[in-house]
Every structure is written in C-alpha cells, then in structure tokens.
C-alpha cells in the first residue's frame, strides 16, 4: 500500500511519519494543494489524503478512477468543496475527520466573542498609542445573554456547554434534534432564535440550501445590537449585508472565523501584496469584527487526529471496503 498527502505543513509532517512507521505504509508527502494540473501525480499510489478549504479540481475524481485509486480522503470535517455525486459516479470512496476535536473549534468561536463582548480590537487600537483610559467601552456579559446556536452537531453541542458554563441562555435550532437537548427544550423555530438571540452562532454545514443564510433580510429580523459567530463556513453569509449591518449599528458584532472568498486569503502570506477582494478589506476595517484565518481547528490535538484519522481511514477502506467515517 502507497499513500500520497497534498497540502501538508510542517506542523503535520511528524504524525505523518509516526503513522506510516508504526503502519508500514509509505505516505509521499506534498506541500502542495491538489490543483487541476497536479492531480495526475496521484498515478501509482492507493490512496489520496486531501486537506483544502477551495474547490478541488473538476477532474480528480476521474484522474483517481483512471488511476485505480479507491479512496479518497480527507483531514477535515467539512466537505463542502468536494463533488461526492462525482466521486460515486467514479467508484471512489470518500472519508473525512468528524470528529478530530469538536471542542478545539467550539472553544475558539466563544473566545472570539468574548473579545467583541470586551472590545478588545478598540482598547488595543488605544493602548498601541500609550492611552490606556477605560470611558467609553463598557463591556458586555455573556451569562445575560441569550445565544442561538444554529446546528447541534459535534461542534454546536461542545459550544451549548461552555455557554452554559458561562450562564447564558441558550436556544437552538436544528432540522434533527439531539434527543438529551430535546430534554432540555432549548429547541426553537429558525425565526424564533433569529428574532430573539443576542448571539447566532453558526454550527451547521454549507450547503446550497444555506447559501447567504445570514442576509440582508434574516439580519432584518434580529435584535438590534446582536453578535454573529462563524467558524462554520463562510458561504453561510452575504458578507456584504452583514458589513452594511455592522456600519449601520444593527448588528453590534461579528467574529468571523471563516470568509465566503477566503481559499485565496486565509493561510498565504500576503505581505505586502495588495488584497484585491474590496468586501473582504472593508470588513477588516471594523473595529466590531474580530476576522481570523480559519483556525478555530488548529490545535495539536486536532492536527494530530486529523492526520492520523484520516490516514487509518484510508487503509480501513482498502483492506475492508468500507470506513465509519465514510462521506455517504
Ligand atoms: P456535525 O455534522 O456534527 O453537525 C452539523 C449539524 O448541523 C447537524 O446536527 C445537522 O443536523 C445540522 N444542520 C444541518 N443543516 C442545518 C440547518 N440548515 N440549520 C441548522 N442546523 C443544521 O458537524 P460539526 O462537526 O458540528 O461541524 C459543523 C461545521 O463546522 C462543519 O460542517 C464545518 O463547516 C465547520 N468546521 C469549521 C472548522 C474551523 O476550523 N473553522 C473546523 C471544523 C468544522
Ligand atoms: C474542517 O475541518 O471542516 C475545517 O474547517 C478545518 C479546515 C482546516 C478545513
């Protein structure tokens, strides 16, 4: 067996190679993301570890069939940006990483809030100038608020405990309840948790159906002065909308871990190059957004899951058929 990994970091690289010694697996390891005119470097190997936040290519589906690779796998939980009706129709099984560390994500989306909550981005603004006056950003706390959490998944449910942990009140909508917050009753209509919380935080996959699900008229229907969470995926939001919200004041915040057009920004080195994307630069300039690069996942615990996962995925797949972590 002979695995190639595309879009490996350093940080990555010694559970790749703690994993193929303890399995006697040769892993080739690319520092490249799969691209349409790499994909046919995946000739001779039995399976493909993916790790990308941009479309992968239209063709490598068919290139895997072509090369008799049966599984293609991936270190991440979302799947958004892979074709799965092409992947059936080409015979190649898809896994992901449910569960690498739910509360690594959920953990970050609630620190981001409490920065907005504090108004860490204006006192930093003031101290980098030696003023260190308090008058006028007076905190807000999170154990009076109420939050929605859209999506009780893995992540949703490991974020419904710290804000329980913290004492505030929260309501949920999900089209499948968890049947222990069931229990409980925090589930409500999508409307009522848009109408009534002060925090909407975004725990449910991208999907087509959920395309701009934050708009100029879901924003309409909030509280004046609520916050918006994502560190799901950013097509869940008309970014434009939401800035406009931001300037206006309706919405008194936003922490954003995930941006509609990020696969060019998020994870490049930019210095000194100038950003063409005019939304995404009016966006940072906000002093009520706190944007970060899409690493609500990373931390040691999750990259090691992630890639020993994925990778244990994969052989699970060639020596038996099929993996419980198969995208169906
Ligand atoms: P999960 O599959 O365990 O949970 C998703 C939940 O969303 C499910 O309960 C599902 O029923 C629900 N859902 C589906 N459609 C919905 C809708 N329209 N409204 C409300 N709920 C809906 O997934 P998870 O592990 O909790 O991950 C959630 C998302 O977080 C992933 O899809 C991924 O996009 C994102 N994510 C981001 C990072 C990051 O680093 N920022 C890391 C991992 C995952
Ligand atoms: C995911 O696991 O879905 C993420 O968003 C993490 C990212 C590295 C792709």
Redesign the pocket.
């Known amino acids: 067996m002979k695995f190639v990994a595309f879009n490996v970091r350093e940080d990555e690289r010694r559970y790749f190679e703690e994993w193929s010694k303890e399995n006697g697996i040769e892993v080739s390891l690319k520092k490249e993301e799969i691209t349409p005119d790499n994909v046919s470097e995946t000739v001779g190997y039995d399976a493909v570890i993916g790790l990308q936040t941009g479309l992968y290519p239209d063709n490598l589906f068919k290139e895997l069939s072509d090369a008799n690779i049966k599984v293609f796998s991936v270190r991440?939980?979302?799947v958004?940006n892979i074709n799965l009706d092409d992947a059936k129709q080409n015979g190649i099984a898809v896994t992901n990483v449910?569960?690498y560390s739910?509360s690594a994500?959920a953990e970050f989306s609630v620190t981001q809030l409490l920065q907005l909550l504090r108004n860490q981005n204006l006192f930093r603004k003031r101290m980098a100038k030696q003023d260190y006056r308090w008058a006028p950003f007076v905190g807000k706390e999170l154990g009076k608020m109420t939050v929605g959490v859209?999506?009780?998944?893995?992540?949703?449910r490991a974020a419904i405990q710290i804000y329980k942990g913290f004492g505030a009140k929260v309501i949920a909508?999900?089209?499948?309840h968890n049947p222990e917050l069931e229990k409980e009753g925090i589930y409500v209509e999508k409307e009522d948790l848009l109408k009534k919380a002060d925090v909407i935080t975004l725990?449910?996959?991208?999907?087509d159906?959920?395309y701009h699900f934050i708009n100029e008229k879901t924003i309409s229907m909030m509280k004046d002065g609520a916050y918006i969470v994502n560190?799901?995926?950013g097509s869940l939001i008309d970014t434009s909308a939401l800035v406009e919200a931001l300037r206006s004041g309706k919405l008194a915040g936003a922490a954003l871990?995930?941006y509609e057009n990020e696969a060019s920004i998020f994870n490049h080195d930019l210095e000194g190059q100038e950003i063409e994307d005019e939304t995404f630069k009016e966006l940072i300039k906000l002093d009520n957004v706190v944007v970060s690069p899409?690493?609500?996942?990373y931390t040691n615990v999750a990259v090691e899951n992630m890639v020993k996962i994925s990778l244990n995925s994969a052989k699970e797949v060639i020596e038996t058929g099929t993996s419980s972590t198969l995208v169906k």
Not at 150 to 156: A, V
Not at 173 to 176: I, Q
Not at 203 to 207: I, K, L, S
Not at 294 to 297: P, V
């Open positions: 991440n939980v979302g958004d449910p569960a739910p994500i859209m999506g009780t998944g893995r992540i949703g909508y999900d089209p499948f725990h449910m996959p991208a999907t159906d959920d560190t799901a995926r871990d995930t899409h690493i609500a996942f």
